[in-house]
């Protein structure tokens, strides 16, 4: 994690890292895949190791989208009060539109935070 404190940062890291790209060039791919970081920058080389946003972005994703989701099937319910069938049809790929993007996002937005911020796995300091 030491290489990205000697690099100037170009971009705003979070912003960056939410698009989907390297938070200290702004050019190369965070993700090799959907959600799973790249191990290194391909443009910059930014050892990217240091990406760990643990369960951070679901918890902000189960939060942001039970809320719409549960919202809008209550309203559903009691103004309209349709069969159980309907809801199904309705609520798991509102769910799936709604979760899928928001994950990719706010893990990129974890990544450029612990980037910008300098984030580091904690040490204890033991003392003689």
Known sequence: MSDHRDHPVVADPARTAMA?????CGEGRLFQGF??????????????????????PAVFVILIA????CGLALWME????????????L???????????????????MIGQQ??????????EIRD
């Open 66 to 69: 039970g809320f719409i989701v």
């Open 115 to 124: 980037y910008a911020h300098k984030a580091a796995e904690g040490r204890l």
């Open 78 to 89: 009691v103004s309209l009060n349709p069969p159980l069938w309907v809801h199904f049809i």
């Open 20 to 24: 989907g790209r390297c938070p200290r």
């Open 91 to 109: 609520w798991v790929p509102l769910t799936l539109v709604v979760c899928l993007p928001l994950l990719r996002l706010l893990k990129g937005w």
């Open 35 to 56: 959600l799973t970081p790249a191990k290194t920058c391909s443009y910059c080389g930014l050892d990217l190791a240091f990406a760990d946003s643990g369960d951070g």
